[in-house]
T-cell receptor, first 112, second 114 residues
Framework: DVKVTQSSRYLVKRTGEKVFLECVQD?????MFWYRQDPGLGLRLIYF???????EKGDIPEGYSVSREKKERFSLILESASTNQTSMYLCASSLDPNYGYTFGSGTRLTVV | GNSVTQMEGPVTLSEEAFLTINCTYT??????LFWYVQYPGEGLQLLLKATKADDKGSNKGFEATYRKETTSFHLEKGSVQVSDSAVYFC?????????????FGGGTRVLVKP
C-alpha cells in the first residue's frame, strides 16, 4: 500500500526553537506539498516542490522554509518557532494532480 | 483564479438519514474534481473523484456527479452511519499542469448521531 509518512503525530516545542517536520513518500512521486490546517481557515498551502532541490512558495510561506534533497523526502522547517505556528501540519504527494494527492496522517505541533 | 465553495457546517444528522454536501467551483477549462474525507485526528483520504463532465464518482456508498453546466460536484449518501462523522473537503485540479496544485474548499464537518 502506498504511503506518505510524517515522522511525528504530536510535537511540543518551545518558542524560538528550530523545528523540523519530516515527510517521506514511497511512491516515487515528483510533487510534494506542505499544508497547515487551522479551525475556520481550512487548508493553507505553505510550500510545494516539483522535483528534487526545487521548491515553490505557497500561500503562507512566511516563517517557514523547506528542503528536498531526495525525491522521497520533503522537510518543513520552522526557523524560529512561534506560538502562532501551533497547528496541524499535513504533508501530501502526487504523481499527477489530476489523480489527486496522497496525504500523510498529519503532525499536530504545539509551540509553547 | 480557481476556487471551491462548499456549504459550511456543522451538519448534524441522525443515523440512516440522507446526506448532501453542496460544492460549487470556479475554474477555467475542464478541471478534475475530488472529495476528500478527514476522520478525527487523521490526515485527508481521497473519497472519490471525477475527471470529466457527467462522470459520477462513487465509493463507500458516497456519490458525486460532475455537473459542468452548474459547476457543481455535490456529495451524497443515502443512509449515513455514525462512522461517517468526519470533515469532508471538495477540491479541484486544473486541467493544465501549470501549478500542479489542488484547490480545496473550506471543509464541511458532519456529525452523525445514533
Amino acid at each position: 500500500d502506498v504511503k506518505v509518512t510524517q515522522s511525528s503525530r504530536y510535537l511540543v516545542k518551545r518558542t524560538g526553537e528550530k523545528v523540523f517536520l519530516e515527510c517521506v513518500q514511497d511512491m516515487d512521486h515528483e510533487n510534494m506539498f506542505w499544508y497547515r490546517q487551522d479551525p475556520g481557515l481550512g487548508l493553507r498551502l505553505i510550500y510545494f516542490s516539483y522535483d528534487v532541490k526545487m521548491k515553490e512558495k505557497g500561500d503562507i510561506p512566511e516563517g517557514y522554509s523547506v528542503s528536498r534533497e531526495k525525491k522521497e523526502r520533503f522537510s518543513l522547517i520552522l526557523e524560529s518557532a512561534s506560538t502562532n505556528q501551533t497547528s496541524m501540519y499535513l504533508c501530501a504527494s502526487s504523481l499527477d494532480p489530476n489523480y489527486g494527492y496522497t496525504f500523510g496522517s498529519g503532525t499536530r505541533l504545539t509551540v509553547v | 483564479g480557481n476556487s471551491v465553495t462548499q456549504m459550511e457546517g456543522p451538519v448534524t444528522l441522525s443515523e440512516e438519514a440522507f446526506l448532501t454536501i453542496n460544492c460549487t467551483y470556479t475554474a477555467t477549462g475542464y478541471p478534475s474534481l475530488f472529495w476528500y474525507v478527514q476522520y478525527p485526528g487523521e490526515g485527508l483520504q481521497l473519497l472519490l473523484k471525477a475527471t470529466k463532465a457527467d462522470d459520477k464518482g462513487s465509493n463507500k456508498g458516497f456519490e458525486a456527479t460532475y455537473r459542468k453546466e452548474t459547476t457543481s460536484f455535490h456529495l451524497e449518501k443515502g443512509s449515513v452511519q455514525v462512522s461517517d462523522s468526519a470533515v469532508y473537503f471538495c477540491a479541484l485540479s486544473p486541467f493544465t499542469s501549470a501549478g500542479n496544485k489542488l484547490t480545496f474548499g473550506g471543509g464541511t464537518r458532519v456529525l452523525v448521531k445514533p
